[in-house]
């Protein structure tokens, strides 16, 4: 009798024993579990955004000439533009000329990274004006930048979205869009496709 008695105890403290590191286990992974829950989602560093446009493009525009009308005419032009970095990468300028019978463009913009809020904001001016005109404001996302403002047009005030999206090593695409509804509908009024001049020194970056 003693020795079941015996046998009986040492086989419950050997379950004791054995359920202790299963227990220990499932609190550190617990408690790795809320370690995780509790570190915040790494912001995105987009300061290199732009790298890609840096060189000298050949550029094909296409532009409604009479935006929100519900007119349908539209010229066309060839052109380049030439994109270079400034700062260190947190800036980049972009000289952009065009021709077509419509006329002759030439506009200028400087993109500008904010590293608080991770976003950039696109700073447009044309030899018309000579002053910038608003800020359009965003970010990249999956390879494709979106970017918005508020403007007036025609007296009133109206929504500009600008996106940058098909990018490759040789091509991108820019397009320019309108909404009066508040974003319900676009209107796109502005396209430019670029390719690149193939020169070693564009790449230089």
Known sequence: MKIKHILAHLLMWSL???SQPAQGLAQQNSDASRTNLQQPPTERDGQHDFDFEVGTWKSHL???LHPLTGSTTWAEYEGTSVVRKVWNGRAYLVEF???????????LSLRLYNPQSHQWSLNYANNNGGTPWQPTIGEFKNG???????EPFNGRAILVRFVISDITPDSCRFEQSFSDDGGKTWEVNWITTDTRVNDKSDKAY
């Open 16 to 18: 004791v024993v054995l």
């Open 62 to 64: 296409s532009r409604l």
């Open 97 to 107: 000329e065009v021709d077509g019978p419509a006329g002759h463009i030439e506009g």
């Open 144 to 150: 494709r930048g979106e970017f918005f403002d508020e």
